[in-house]
Every structure is written in structure tokens, then in C-alpha cells.
């Protein structure tokens, strides 16, 4: 069993940053991808970005691509996302994910095992 505990959202204003981490405990992440979703009020989750369980590759989505960068520290069992230049539309409850597969990358949330409970962004215009 996989627990995954989001921390760092909060409220920013618009262009300003944030870096989400997600610590993982009950398993070693170092083998499996790991990735991050969001999803705003009234709409479905969607795919923000996926890294590789060696963290070689890397895989953002079009909407954060040049924005925001997925990294993982292994040794610490922890995947963060810095979020730059932030935009009100990327307001959400961000979810840190975990596949057990090693299919690469994996962008649809059916691809994912477990879940972390979320945490909530707000960036303010």
C-alpha cells in the first residue's frame, strides 16, 4: 500500500510561483513514474505532468509546458512540481499520482494507482 500526502498549494497572485511536493510513504517510489493531476470546480481531472521513475524523462502537458517542471528526489521518496508564471485558469486542487506500470508516459488518470488526497491552488487575478 502507497500513501501519497500533497503539501505546498495555497493562494498566489497571478505570474507568481509555487512548488507542490508529494512524499510517499508504505513503498519506494524509485521504480515507478509518478505524475500530477488537477482538477478545478465543475470539471473533470486532468493531466498536468509525468515523470519518469528514473526522472530522466519528463512529460508536461501543453497547457503548463515552459510553466511548470516535474522533478523527483528518490532518495527523499518525495515528486515535486514547481509551478511558475501562474495564471487564475490554473486554479484547481492539484493530485500527485503514482503507476505501478512502465508504460512511459502515461497521461490518462485510469493509468494510476494511487492517489494523494490533493491539494488546493489558488491564484488570484
Known amino acids: 500500500q502507497v500513501q501519497l500526502v500533497e503539501s505546498g498549494g495555497g493562494l498566489v497572485q497571478t505570474g507568481g510561483s509555487l512548488r507542490l511536493s508529494c512524499a510517499a510513504s508504505g513503498r519506494t517510489i524509485s521504480s515507478y513514474p509518478m505524475a500530477w493531476f488537477r482538477q478545478a470546480p465543475g470539471k473533470e481531472r486532468e493531466f498536468v505532468a509525468a515523470i519518469s521513475w528514473s526522472g530522466v524523462g519528463t512529460f508536461p502537458a501543453d497547457s503548463v509546458k515552459g510553466r511548470f517542471t516535474i522533478s523527483r528526489d528518490n532518495a527523499k521518496n518525495t515528486v515535486y512540481l514547481r509551478m511558475n508564471s501562474l495564471k487564475p485558469e490554473d486554479t484547481a486542487v492539484y493530485y500527485c499520482?503514482?503507476?505501478?506500470?512502465?508504460?512511459?508516459?502515461?497521461?490518462?488518470?485510469?493509468?494510476?494507482?494511487?492517489w494523494g488526497q490533493g491539494t488546493q491552488v489558488t491564484v488570484s487575478s
Open positions: 499520482a503514482l503507476g505501478l506500470s512502465r508504460q512511459w508516459p502515461m497521461v490518462l488518470r485510469s493509468q494510476y494507482d494511487y
